[in-house]
């Protein structure tokens, strides 16, 4: 069983949509999160990390954390065609310098 | 915004040829890594580094070797390439928080 469980999609939904992009994790010493946006032939952007439970917002992006469930999410308000991507979460245990990446789901949205 | 690059971004060889995939970074960070993505598929850790006259192997193993003589840059270097190694190579480096920052990528194709 890997550490990060992600479904790789691909999910499509229509322009102005909430996305909702999950992982699940096993091991409970992870303590850093983030998200990466990754488009075809590109390097993974780093769109948010947070270290604590609770919700994070940037934009029309947030970031939510449920560690007693071991449960990440990313929302996309208001999605549009240039969110089309891959998106990749990743974490880590405090003080270490490895990332733990999930396979990362394929997000396409259409006009 | 990171500031790490990689060159080539495109590379086709044919077998047998020496390589080196060139990445740098001037963000000052000491840490850095080299992954492996095919298409579609999840990223492998093939190599980091903690600073200068560091280098470890990561979670997959490759025939390719990695230097790291100045802070800076962290270049990438297979002897004979072979098609086997047609793929993505992903060039990161890590911030205080653990958060990776990944260049552009070269990919490699090996005929």
């Known amino acids: 069983q890997k550490e990060v469980e992600q479904d790789p999609g691909p999910l499509s939904v229509p322009e102005g949509a909430i996305v909702s992009l999950n992982c699940t994790y096993s091991?409970?010493?992870?303590?850093?999160f983030m998200w990466y946006r990754q488009y075809s032939r590109k390097g993974p952007e780093l769109l948010m990390y947070t270290y604590s439970s609770g919700n994070k917002e940037d934009g029309r992006f947030t970031a939510q954390v449920d560690k007693s469930s071991k449960y990440i999410s990313l929302f996309i308000r208001d999605s549009q065609p240039s969110d089309s991507a891959t998106y990749l979460c990743?974490?880590?245990?405090?003080?270490?310098?490895?990332?733990?990446f999930g396979t990362g789901t394929r997000l396409q949205v259409f006009p | 915004e990171a500031d790490i690059y990689q060159t080539p971004r495109y590379l086709v060889i044919g077998t047998g040829k020496k390589i080196t995939l060139e990445c740098s970074q001037t963000?000052?960070?000491?840490?850095m890594y080299w992954y492996q993505q095919d298409p579609g598929m999840e990223l492998h850790l093939i190599h980091y580094?903690?600073?200068?006259?560091?280098?470890e192997k990561g979670d997959l193993s490759s025939e390719s070797t990695v230097s790291r003589i100045r802070t800076e840059h962290f270049p990438l270097t297979l002897e004979s390439a072979r098609p086997s190694h047609t793929s993505q190579y992903l060039c990161?480096?890590?911030?205080?928080?653990?958060?990776?920052?990944f260049g552009p990528g070269t990919r490699l194709t090996v005929t």
């Open positions: 091991n409970s010493a992870f303590q850093y």
């Open positions: 990161a480096s890590r911030a205080v928080w653990g958060e990776q920052y």
């Open positions: 580094s903690y600073g200068v006259n560091s280098t």
């Open positions: 990743a974490m880590s245990v405090y003080n270490t310098d490895k990332l733990i």
């Open positions: 963000m000052g960070h000491d840490k």
